[in-house]
């Protein structure tokens, strides 16, 4: 396990989000240590993913403070702008760009955010492209992959960007089952590396394995948080109870 | 331990606030649009006065002093008389042109999918002929070929079944005759009593389920009506009277009467729509997010009532002429009945008759009143955007049918249908919900298309406005009543598209 | 490690062959399946058989009057585009040929064809013409050797694919081979087939026996020369340069050619070079404004593309386009208002498209130098009057300007179509309800209202002493009613884009104008391909429209000009032969055009996705 820092790199105070009448956030409390990686689970439709689409502002919070690496998130430009880049993010259906080769896909964003010369950032996506396992795939485009591949070509492209925090929204859930694990692989060779990450998934080996801090969200807030040791063994609240019996 | 949160809702500057920017960005392109349309409108008010033109809308009023070919009017009495001429021109090949264009676009549709090859491939040959080719090089094709039909005079005088010139085709025709108001009234009635009888051979059907020939069944009543009411029309001549009651009812009916009722129908009609507008979004949580689509056409709604009402209190015309339309349209139908010059109305209902051509001077001739002539303009543009759009539609159907899913054909052919049956009873019905809305964009095609007969002199609305500003010099005016008149068609026909298709979204849910 | 399935190493399964099939197969399955199809075949059939004849009846006629059209070609083409000027034309022309030589080599277009299909096409032909000589109104002599061209087609492809057996299907030929034959075959057939031709001078009815485009032969013959070296080269080419660079390079060249063939080479402009050359004022000295903007322009847009430039940049651009607006209120060249419009939208431009390193800068600066030249040029080009003496306003007309109204309406339409389609897929409500109601209301209007709108309403809307041509006055009428048209496509393949593309671009800390630029544009455009094409034949069409107010396009020719010619040919009874070749003409452009955008459909689809 990695070691914490010591400092707090994301704070939520009572964040609170709407949908039009439906309220998908009610108060989220949390903060989260540099280097900590966090594994949100919850039922679905508990707010868990608008929480972290929340933090690099893919979604506008209502009402309450999220501050990431010190800079407030609000309306201003320049904020979101800086946010962005420094929070990488990978999604349930990769949402890679497919009139895109998997080299242009990971070296698009540093190229023109943060306007690294060519050849920079192409030896820096190659070697991106070998950590998660697939240097050869470079001149392909994203439709001629497996979904294991597109996934880890999608954290890449997240990496190049030399992001201070990565969240991950069920990165696993599109997946055939086989093509899990790689994908699994890939984020534990990350989270020891030392990146603070947030996850949504249901993998609840990887909570076992790998996460410093369990989140349990439902009905748009935390019910209960822990370690995976505490979480998976002695849970206290009802509703923890009741959805780990379920899911396990 | 932890870094403080310190900067609480601090409101970033102006020039960084995403959300001032968006609004000021809107603001600054709509200020320039108004600008430059200022711009335009100052420059063309001041050219109108340098070139002493004028702007307004006399030219509804007055007299004309134009001609027209072909239409209700031949010599219009004012400029709305005479748009209204172009109106009507515009629609007889809109609404002829689509119910034909609709019967042969099916069949075609469904041709160029049948396995019989000749069949499949003249389908085709005239899908991509006819669609490849500018409509109007085919709309002068066709007048052009009237043109090879004229022939010396000699031999054609006389009464004739079919006469071809570059003055149009001459055919047999059934007219209206001096019984025909009475027998209609039997016609009418047959076709409630139709209806009836095909509601109860349906549940006939559902309840028994034996074959009930519905439509047969439908179709004799009408039949038997019509056959009935042909010889015994004169006795409906007691609704003359009747007719003529309602007609001094409407001419005794004081003005603000009228102007009340349109009023308080203009306001009720649009409150109704929103009503209904309102239920349609109301979810069983509660009445759901209006998007800003909806609130525009709720405020439209409104206002258009509102505007309606006050016109129709302001302006004491319109109900005037309302009155004076329905007394009239009474009177018409007071002289139609009952007491003919000769004594009881004892004629027949229809008269067929045929084209008979004259001479009238040397070389020149002319249609005389038998049968009905075609004229080439009609001709010309008719079968022009008729076949032109068939080609379209065509395409559409079969897109449609391919749409509907494989699996469905084979299920139906599963169920031991045969192929014409499941063409019928599975496919068409779930293919004309993917149509629909294509098809209703190609009648409004075909309904602007109607526009081309400028170029064959046939005195549509286009060509109509075109006189007019010849001979007024109101150009200004008589474009921006084209774009009103357009825009109204195009509304009018896509609403009815889009009720039709909620209605069939609305059954298969 | 996962382990490994190793599968036994066998050939797999064939298919069994199919049974053998012969006409009366073919016949019983496809015309004769069942008696309702069988009674369908033989009542179509007949219909089909009757409608030939009546038509090739009429075609072939004696008393048609197709000298009327043969005659007429070159007005048909140009109008009365004046002889002793007629090499420019050609030039343009020949541009244009080896342009498509070099562009079917480059995107090696067609592939090839096996010899099976060839034997089948030859035989369709062949079959065709047996038909036509039989349904038509021919004499015996011409009845018997048309069929006999018919039977030998039909025989020798059949003995071939005898001959070639189960080769005849992988053997293949390139597509473009066959292609260049067939103009090819026309090009000898001018030197060789003599046809009956009136003599125009005094007695025009006697007919003697000439050579086909006596005038025209030896530049069509350099034409075809062209056209075939210019695709070698292509050929050659793709050899020696990477693909992407040449087409890169084509593409520019195509933008390029049009606007200089007819600004320059076909309008050929007197040029004031007094005023051009002259020290800059504010009516005068095109040359150095075009370089003083060049350079100044260069210089703020390096500055402005620098990393870490942000908002003083936004500040920069936004205070250049007040100024570009400002200007139209002053009195001043044309060119120079347009500099500072194109010199604001490359500065709000240049802090997000500029990269940190020199190369992307250098390329912006590229293109804005590119910009100005572009701009002077061709604003240079229309201020100068036209030299070409023709007796009408327009100094061509035929189908060279039904050409250039389609492709001038379609290209500047476009830039115009996809801001309005981004303006009616926007989430700011006050552009959207702009683009929404100018769309509606240039859709719900008929092009013909619109055009007569544009010929006696723009005159009203300008400022005293401006005017404008009615061709320019159609051609603005055509773009801004194409862009409406092309908008709506547009929009259908913008909607078409995931919002998680959107969402994933966002997440990697690109803007909104390069989220548009990089990723929603390129996928919504290549989705809209066809209905583009569809709008772009579309556009070709209703150019026909414009012989209404009365301009000179081709059908104008084929339907008012030759019907009333007297002298030196009496053509006026021929109204059917025009409108026929110009429905053909406008045919073949439609329809090639269609088929290309089939397989253009059929490649994409199959090559990246």
């Known amino acids: 396990m990695a070691d914490l820092g010591q400092d707090d790199i994301i704070i939520c105070e009572g964040v609170k989000k709407w949908f039009g009448d439906f309220q998908a956030l009610t108060g989220v409390t949390t903060r989260i240590k540099e280097q900590e990686v966090v594994v949100v689970i919850g039922p679905s439709g508990s707010g868990k993913s608008t929480f972290i689409r929340c933090i690099n502002r893919l979604e506008a919070h209502q009402e309450g403070t999220i501050v990431v690496d010190g800079i407030e998130l609000t309306n201003d430009l320049r904020n979101i702008e800086k946010i962005r880049a420094e929070v990488g993010m990978v999604f349930q259906q990769f949402n890679l760009f497919p009139h895109l080769t998997v080299l242009d896909n990971v070296t698009l964003a540093p190229l023109w955010v943060r306007k690294t010369p060519k050849g920079e950032s192409d030896a820096q996506a190659m070697q991106l492209l070998e950590r998660v396992g697939i240097p050869e795939q470079a001149e392909k485009y994203p439709g001629q992959l497996s979904g294991g591949q597109q996934q880890r070509v999608a954290i890449a492209r997240a990496l190049a960007m030399n992001p201070k925090i990565m969240l991950f929204d069920e990165p696993t859930s599109a997946l055939d089952p086989e093509m899990i694990k790689e994908v699994l692989d890939v984020m534990k060779e990350l989270a020891q590396s030392g990146m603070t990450m947030i996850v949504v998934t249901h993998e609840m080996g990887f909570a076992r394995e790998v996460a410093d801090r369990v989140l349990f969200f439902d009905y748009g807030t935390i019910v209960e948080e822990g370690t995976p040791e505490h979480f998976f063994t002695s849970p206290e609240h009802d509703r923890t109870k009741l959805f780990l019996s379920q899911i396990l | ?509 | 490690m996962t382990g490994r399935i190793v599968l036994p190493d066998t050939e797999p399964e064939r298919p069994p062959e199919p049974p053998p099939h012969g006409p009366i197969v073919w016949a019983h399955e496809n015309l004769f399946s069942t008696v309702a199809s069988g009674i369908l075949t033989v009542v179509v059939g007949t219909l089909v058989v009757l409608f030939l004849v009546g038509v090739l009846g009429f075609i072939f006629g004696a008393d048609r009057r197709w000298d009327a059209v043969f005659f007429n070609t070159r007005l048909m083409m140009t109008q009365a585009y004046p002889e002793d000027q007629y090499f420019r034309v050609w030039l343009s022309l020949g541009i244009i040929v080896s342009l498509t030589g070099l562009s079917l080599a480059v995107w090696q277009v067609g592939g090839r064809v096996s010899l099976n299909r060839i034997t089948r096409l030859l035989s369709s032909i062949g079959a065709g013409l047996i038909g036509l000589e039989v349904l038509g109104p021919f004499s015996i002599r011409a009845r018997v050797i048309g069929i006999l061209i018919g039977l030998v087609l039909i025989g020798g492809s059949y003995l071939v694919k005898r001959a070639a057996g189960e080769r005849a299907k992988q053997e293949t030929i390139p597509l473009m081979a066959i292609v260049g034959i067939v103009p090819a075959l026309g090009v000898v057939a001018l030197y060789v087939l003599r046809i009956p031709t009136r003599l125009a001078e005094d007695n025009y009815a006697e007919q003697v026996l000439a050579p086909i485009a006596n005038s025209t032969r030896i530049p069509i013959t350099v034409l075809f020369v062209v056209g075939v070296v210019a695709y070698s080269v292509g050929v050659l080419m793709l050899d020696r340069m990477p693909n992407a660079t040449a087409r890169v390079a084509l593409v520019g060249l195509w933008v390029l050619s049009l606007p200089a063939i007819v600004l320059t080479i076909l309008r050929d402009p007197e040029l004031d070079y007094d005023k051009i050359l002259a020290i800059p004022g504010f009516q005068e000295g095109y040359l150095w404004w075009a370089v003083i903007f060049a350079v100044g322009g260069s210089l703020l847009i390096t500055y402005l593309g620098s990393p870490a430039r942000g908002e003083g940049g936004r500040a920069i651009g936004g205070l250049l386009v007040v100024v570009a607006l400002a200007s139209w209120g002053v009195s001043m060249l044309v060119l120079i208002r347009l500099f500072l419009l194109f010199l604001a939208t490359f500065a709000l431009a240049a802090p997000t498209f500029g990269g940190g390193e020199g190369r992307a800068r250098a390329r912006i600066v590229g293109l804005w130098v590119m910009t100005v030249a572009a701009a002077a040029y061709f604003v240079v080009l229309v201020s100068g009057p036209s030299t070409v003496q023709v007796q009408t306003t327009f100094f061509i007309g035929g189908l060279f300007l039904s050409f250039i109204l389609a492709i001038f309406g379609i290209v500047l339409s476009f830039p115009l179509g996809v801001l309005f389609a981004l303006g009616r897929t926007s989430s700011m409500p006050i552009f959207r309800l702009m683009c929404v109601a100018y769309i509606e209301v240039v859709r719900g209007v008929p092009f013909i209202t619109w055009l007569l709108t544009a010929i006696i309403v723009f005159p009203i809307f300008l400022p005293l002493g401006v005017q404008v041509s009615n061709v320019v006055a159609v051609l603005v009428m055509t773009v801004l009613f194409s862009a409406a048209y092309l908008a709506e496509n547009v929009r259908g393949g913008l909607q078409s884009v995931s919002g998680g593309q959107i969402e994933a671009a966002k997440a990697l800390g690109m803007t909104t104008a390069q989220t548009t630029v990089f990723i929603i544009l390129p996928q919504a455009l290549r989705a809209v391909i066809p209905a583009l094409v569809g709008q772009v034949i579309g556009t070709f069409k209703d150019t026909s429209l414009v012989i209404i107010v009365g301009l000179f396009d081709f059908l104008a020719i084929a339907r008012n000009v030759i019907p009333n010619q007297r002298v030196p040919f009496n053509n006026l009874d021929a109204l059917t032969e025009p409108l026929m070749y110009a429905a053909l003409v406008y045919w073949i452009f439609t329809f090639s055009f269609s088929r290309a955008s089939q397989r253009l459909e059929k490649k994409l689809g199959v090559g990246e996705r």
Not at chain 2, 42 to 59: E, P, S, V
Not at chain 2, 137 to 153: H, K
Not at chain 2, 344 to 368: D, H, I, K, M
């Open chain 2, 1 to 509: 331990m932890a870094v403080e949160v310190q900067q609480r809702h601090q409101r970033p500057p102006l020039w960084r606030d995403v959300t001032v920017l968006k609004w000021a960005a809107q603001l600054v392109v709509l200020a320039v649009v108004a600008a430059i349309l200022w711009i335009l409108g100052t420059t063309g008010a001041g050219n109108i006065d340098d070139r002493g033109l004028t702007f307004g809308w006399r030219w509804l009023t007055d007299p004309p002093g134009i001609s027209i070919r072909e239409g209700i009017d031949l010599l219009p009495d004012s400029g709305s008389r005479a748009m209204l001429v172009g109106i009507v021109n515009m629609l007889r090949v809109t609404v002829s042109g689509i119910i034909v264009a609709t019967i042969l676009g099916t069949i075609i549709g469904i041709a160029r999918l049948s396995k019989n090859w000749i069949v499949n491939k003249t389908a085709n040959v005239y899908i991509e002929t006819i669609r490849n080719t500018p409509l109007l090089v085919q709309i002068f094709f066709w007048a052009a070929l009237l043109r090879l039909f004229d022939e010396p005079l000699e031999a054609d005088i006389g009464v004739k079944w079919l006469h071809i010139s570059s003055k149009g085709l001459a055919i047999p025709w059934i007219r209206p005759d001096i019984g025909f108001w009475q027998w209609l009234v039997f016609v009418v009635v047959g076709l409630y009593f139709a209806r009836v009888m095909y509601r109860r051979r349906i549940r006939h059907l559902e309840e028994s389920g034996e074959e009930a020939y519905a439509f047969t069944y439908a179709a004799g009543t009408v039949l038997l009506f019509a056959l009935v009411g042909w010889f015994a029309h004169p006795l409906m001549a007691f609704l003359g009277p009747v007719w003529g009651g309602i007609a001094s009812f409407f001419g005794a009916l004081p003005t603000w009467v009228v102007q009340a009722v349109l009023a308080v129908g203009a306001l009720g009609i649009a409150g109704w729509w929103i009503k209904r507008f309102l239920d349609g979004l109301r979810t069983p949580a509660g009445l759901a997010k209006l998007t800003d689509d909806d609130i525009f056409r709720i405020v439209f709604a409104s206002l258009a009532g509102v505007i309606f009402a006050a016109l129709f209190i302001v302006q004491g015309g319109i109900s005037n002429l309302v009155l004076d339309g329905m007394r009239n349209l009474f009177e018409f139908f007071d002289g139609k009945f009952g007491a003919a010059e000769g004594g009881l109305r004892t004629g027949l209902p229809l008269r067929w008759s045929r084209p008979f051509v004259e001479v009238t001077g040397a070389n020149f001739f002319q249609y005389g009143s038998g049968g009905i002539v075609i004229t080439g303009g009609f001709f010309a543009i008719w079968v022009g955007v008729t076949l032109y759009t068939a080609s379209f539609i065509a395409e559409v159907v079969r897109a449609g049918i391919l749409a509907v899913v494989r699996g469905q054909t084979e299920a139906a052919s599963a169920l031991g249908l045969r192929r014409s049956q499941s063409l019928r009873l599975v496919i068409l019905p779930q293919a004309f919900r993917i149509i629909l809305p294509p098809l209703g964009n190609q009648y409004l095609n075909l309904a602007k298309n109607t526009s081309l007969g400028i170029a064959v002199s046939y005195p549509e609305i286009v060509l109509v406005g075109q006189t007019l500003y010849n001979q007024t010099g109101q150009t200004l005016p008589v474009v921006l009543f084209w774009m009103v008149f357009y825009l109204s068609v195009s509304l009018i026909l896509s609403s009815i598209v889009n009720y039709y298709n909620r209605k069939l979204q609305l059954v298969e849910r």
